[in-house]
């Protein structure tokens, strides 16, 4: 069975620096990796989505990296700001089943 | 563009008595959809997810039932809600044909407590 990880539950960064997220998966048999952001009381909205072929992806201040082989992804997100604060989860997509398995997330705070 | 809408935003019930959230996309056509619950500590759980008009597969033994009576309406339904189906109810899909090339797009979910 997939598990996915991410640690730690939640962090503040001030305002400025750099924010680093983990994300860990059991097994490596995946189609892609996707992450999302999730305000408090709302949905989850998609933000970057990496194939299993690919080693990373792009969007403005996001990027994020993908070694399946270790079963790892990380999600960058340059010069953070308050509009950043959020919970943000990852998800592989299980090869064989078509079913999203989903990390409980990092909450971030990002300190003015 | 393809919308999402999902209905009531938050919902208090009483034990024992009928449950009926609603979903509908907008935009597309013949979508995957899906039902998910996310509980406080526990992350996403998927429920129940359909790919067309009548078929309806279920993750999870429950109380809980879905439906997909048109091809872009999702109801989830439950005969007596018990305490433990307290939760927030997420709706999403994702467009048909695209492989593995396209995210999920979820609703803005609904808050669902049961005293």
Redesign the interface.
């Known amino acids: 069975k997939q598990e996915v990880t991410q640690i730690p539950a939640a962090l503040s960064v001030p305002e400025g620096e750099n924010l680093v997220l983990n994300c860990s998966f059991t097994d490596s048999a995946i189609y892609n990796l996707q992450w999302f952001r999730q305000d408090p009381g709302k949905g989850l909205t998609s933000l970057l989505l990496i194939q299993s072929s690919q080693r990373e992806q792009t969007s403005g201040r996001l990027n994020a990296s993908l070694d399946k082989s270790s079963g790892r992804s990380t999600l960058y997100i340059a010069a953070s700001q308050p509009g950043d604060s959020a919970t943000y989860l990852c998800a592989v997509l299980v090869y064989g089943n078509n079913r999203l398995a989903f990390g409980k997330g990092n909450q971030v705070v990002v300190i003015p | 563009s393809q919308t999402i809408h ?1 209905w009531p935003a938050t919902l208090v019930q009483p034990v024992g008595s009928p449950l009926s959230l609603e979903c509908t996309v907008e935009g597309t056509s013949n979508p995957n959809l899906y039902w998910y619950r996310q509980a406080a ?4 759980q ?1 429920l129940f997810y359909s790919v067309g008009i009548g078929q309806i597969s279920s ?1 999870v033994p429950q109380n809980l039932s879905a439906s997909r009576p048109q091809d872009r309406q999702f109801i989830l339904s439950s005969k007596k809600l018990l305490l433990s189906d307290s939760g927030f109810y ?1 709706c ?1 899909w994702h467009p048909i044909g695209t492989g ?10 609904t ?1 669902l407590t049961v005293t």
């Open positions: 999902q500590g526990r992350g996403l998927l993750e997420l999403a593995h090339n396209s995210p999920l797009h979820f609703g803005n979910g808050r």
